[in-house]
């Protein structure tokens, strides 16, 4: 083969590549576009959430209760802590698991467990 058809042979092939790699390189912009359109459109559901967030009025944290009851009101909270989790309520876990609800030793209250911790107190 004569050097002027590997030449041109050599230039044939480079330009399929070329082509190739250009039309790989579109439909990579292709795809990018379509990345970022959901990108934008995820970060501004996001946003809109955050803003739901954000109460539009005062509250107060039921941390900030806590410690206003603690702090202010001198309430005992290991006290109370210790009234919830009685002994019968510490039983009725042991006994029947992680999740249930459990009423205390007096009957004055139950508790609602999930996964090992008491989530609230039903009179």
Same mark, same amino acid.
């Given at each position: ?13 480079l330009?399929?590549?070329h082509?190739d790699? &250009? ?8 795809? =990018?576009?379509?990345l970022e359109r959901? $990108?934008?459109? %995820?970060k ?12 539009k009025?005062?509250?107060?944290s &039921?941390?900030?209760l ?5 702090r =202010? ?5 290991? $006290?109370v802590? %210790?009234?919830i989790?009685d ?13 249930g609800?459990?009423p ?5 209250f139950?508790?609602k467990i999930k996964?090992?911790?008491i989530t609230?107190?039903?009179?």
């Amino acid at each position: 083969m004569n050097n002027s058809l590997k030449k041109t042979r050599n230039l044939k092939m480079l330009q399929s590549m070329h082509y190739d790699t &250009e039309t790989e390189e579109k439909i990579l912009d292709h795809q =990018i576009k379509k990345l970022e359109r959901e $990108r934008d459109k %995820k970060k501004q559901k996001r946003v809109q959430l955050a803003e739901k967030l954000t109460p539009k009025d005062l509250i107060v944290s &039921e941390h900030a209760l806590l410690r206003y009851l603690e702090r =202010i009101e001198g309430m005992d909270l290991d $006290r109370v802590r %210790k009234i919830i989790l009685d002994m019968q309520i510490v039983d009725c876990h042991k006994k029947l698991g992680n999740n249930g609800e459990y009423p205390s030793l007096d009957s004055s209250f139950k508790v609602k467990i999930k996964n090992n911790v008491i989530t609230t107190v039903i009179p």
